[in-house]
């Protein structure tokens, strides 16, 4: 079992910058890929970006790639999602994901098993 709890949500103005972390526990972390996610209002659940297990190679959805950034901290079992220059349309409820048996960075949301809670990003414009 994978538990994943995001944090570091809130209300940003257009431009700014937020930094969302996921805490991980359960399974040894540092074993599996894992992914974050988003869903605004009346649309379907995307991809935003995903790391390997090892850190070393990370994908981008297209709409946030040059903004976003992912990393992991094994020794801490924490996921972060720091995002810049963000736009309204970033507005959504962004997931952490994660999958033991998934080692590669994956952007399918049917790869992952484990989901956190959400936390809701707004941005004004």
């Known amino acids: 079992q994978v538990q994943l709890v995001e944090s570091g949500g809130g209300l940003v103005q257009a431009g700014g910058s937020l930094r969302l972390s996921c805490a991980a526990s359960?399974?040894?972390?540092?074993?599996?890929?894992m992914g974050w996610f988003r869903q605004a209002p009346g649309k379907e659940r995307d991809f935003v970006a995903a790391?390997?297990?090892?850190?070393?190679?990370?994908v981008f959805a297209d709409s946030v790639k040059g903004r976003f950034t992912i990393s992991r901290d094994n020794a801490k079992n924490t996921l972060s999602l720091q995002m810049t220059s963000l736009k309204p349309e970033d507005t959504a409820v962004y997931y952490c994901?994660?999958?033991?048996?998934?080692?590669?960075?994956?952007?399918?949301?049917?790869?992952?098993?484990?989901w956190g809670q959400g936390t809701q990003v707004t941005v004004s414009s």
């Open positions: 790391i390997s297990w090892t850190g070393d190679s990370t």
């Open positions: 359960g399974r040894t972390f540092r074993n599996y890929a």
């Open positions: 994901a994660a999958d033991p048996s998934l080692v590669a960075a994956s952007r399918a949301a049917s790869e992952y098993d484990y």
